[in-house]
């Protein structure tokens, strides 16, 4: 069945380092591809997302890009601020689009 | 951002009581989904709906039921609540325009 793993964490960065966080997915044929960001105390909101091959997604500095030969959605960032503090979750959605997948999810701190 | 607001908020209960959350949405999103969040399990969908009466199970769906009577709103119920079931509930709708999935800001449960 479908699915995502994404790395695991938690990451700690210093504020303006690069930030890098592996995600790779299993699905069959073509699947729309999904980061969301979820602050402390908070549901989850969509950061960025790529609907086919190729795409790169981007938003508040942050991208990724739909890899289908590798079936990866990396997302990345130049550099990370102590307001991007979070838990970041790679999701896939079905061919079918009835169901979300998510991966286990990313805990990032970034300190000053 | 879609209207979805989840109700209680927090709750604490005994086990083998019922408990019922509530999930009100004002954007006549025709899919709903529950799915509830655990450390080191990410986000896993316990029940979805793709219409007024129209429901499906999701990968933790047992000891959940889920009724769905008017297109705004969407009910989980623990028949009889255990302390597994302690977890943070998130329910979310989905726009099936932009692909999007909307997160309310989640109800805990905590069962003893």
């Known amino acids: 069945g479908d699915s995502v793993t994404q790395m695991e964490g938690p990451v700690t960065l210093s504020e303006e380092a690069c930030l890098t966080i592996n995600c790779t997915y299993t699905a069959t044929g073509y699947p729309s591809l999904f980061w969301y960001v979820q602050y402390p105390g908070e549901g989850l909101q969509l950061l960025l997302k790529?609907?086919?091959?190729?795409d790169k997604g981007s938003n508040k500095g942050f991208e990724a890009t739909y890899r289908k030969e590798t079936t990866s959605f990396h997302l990345e960032k130049g550099s990370v601020q102590v307001s991007d503090s979070a838990v970041y979750f790679c999701a896939l959605s079905s061919n079918t689009g009835n169901q979300f997948y998510f991966g286990t999810g990313t805990s990032l701190t970034v300190i000053p | 951002d879609a209207g979805i607001t989840q109700s209680p908020r927090h709750k604490v209960t005994e086990t083998g009581t019922p408990v019922t959350l509530r999930c009100h949405q004002t954007?006549?999103?025709?899919?709903m989904y529950w799915y509830r969040q655990d450390p080191g399990h990410g986000l896993r969908l316990i029940h979805y709906?793709?219409?007024?009466?129209?429901?499906d199970k999701g990968e933790v769906s047992d000891g959940y039921s889920v009724s769905r009577s008017k297109t705004e709103d969407f009910l989980l119920t623990l028949e009889s609540a255990t302390s597994s079931q302690t977890s943070v509930y998130f329910c979310?709708?989905?726009?099936?325009?932009?692909?999007?999935?909307?997160f309310g800001e989640g109800s805990r449960l905590t069962v003893l």
């Open positions: 709906s793709y219409g007024v009466k129209d429901t």
């Open positions: 954007e006549n999103h025709r899919y």
């Open positions: 979310a709708t989905r726009d099936l325009n932009t692909g999007e999935l909307f």
């Open positions: 790529a609907t086919k091959a190729d």
